[in-house]
Structures are given as structure tokens and as C-alpha cells.
């Protein structure tokens, strides 16, 4: 009996020295793991965020530049969207001077 736990306690102090030999590479692995944890956690609440996205205002893409933007900041010329004041003076013609 006197054996064991003998042994228990060599067992037990090789342990803790190498706790606390190792204790930043223990520290930084439990960061990792707590990382990795929110990330996930991330991702199951963006999925969510991407859900209720879709019930929001429609994209449309300005004839000028391509870009895509929200239908209410949209400038509508006709049935023409554009992104800006901008695109939509410089896509109309301009009148040529004879």
C-alpha cells in the first residue's frame, strides 16, 4: 500500500512540474480552444443574421458602374437604377452643339 501510493505521488509531482513547465503552451491551447468555441458560436448566430437579411430591402444593380446597392438609396430614372447622382449625369447624352 505504501508502494502506491508512493508512486501516486511521483506520478502526481511529474505532472505538476510539467503543468507548470508547459503552462504558457496550456494557457495559449485553452485560448485556442475558447477561440475556436466563439467562432462557431459566430457562425451559428450569422447564419441567422443572413436569414433575416433576406427578408430586407432588395439589391439592384446601377447601369453605369455595376455596382449593387439597397433599392431604397437607388437613384430610379425611368426603370433605370443607378448607384449615385453621379452615374446618372454621366450616363444621359449630352446635346451636341451645331
Same mark, same amino acid.
Given at each position: 500500500m505504501r508502494? *502506491?501510493? %508512493?508512486?501516486l505521488l511521483i506520478v502526481f509531482g511529474l505532472? *505538476? $512540474?510539467?503543468a507548470f513547465r508547459y503552462r504558457k503552451q496550456i494557457s495559449g491551447?485553452?485560448? %485556442?480552444? !475558447?477561440?475556436l468555441k466563439d467562432a462557431k458560436? @459566430?457562425?451559428?448566430q450569422g447564419? @441567422? !443574421?443572413? /436569414? #433575416?437579411a433576406d427578408k430586407s430591402i432588395p439589391l439592384v444593380n446601377c447601369?453605369? &458602374?455595376?455596382? $449593387?446597392?439597397?433599392?431604397n438609396k437607388a437613384r430610379k430614372v425611368g426603370d433605370? %437604377?443607378? &448607384?449615385? #447622382? +453621379?452615374?446618372?449625369?454621366?450616363? +444621359?447624352? !449630352?446635346? /451636341? *452643339? %451645331?
Amino acid at each position: 500500500m505504501r508502494e *502506491a501510493i %508512493f508512486i501516486l505521488l511521483i506520478v502526481f509531482g511529474l505532472l *505538476a $512540474w510539467t503543468a507548470f513547465r508547459y503552462r504558457k503552451q496550456i494557457s495559449g491551447m485553452i485560448g %485556442f480552444a !475558447r477561440m475556436l468555441k466563439d467562432a462557431k458560436q @459566430n457562425l451559428t448566430q450569422g447564419s @441567422n !443574421r443572413i /436569414k #433575416d437579411a433576406d427578408k430586407s430591402i432588395p439589391l439592384v444593380n446601377c447601369s453605369q &458602374c455595376g455596382i $449593387w446597392v439597397p433599392q431604397n438609396k437607388a437613384r430610379k430614372v425611368g426603370d433605370i %437604377f443607378y &448607384c449615385s #447622382d +453621379q452615374c446618372v449625369h454621366t450616363s +444621359q447624352p !449630352r446635346a /451636341k *452643339a %451645331f
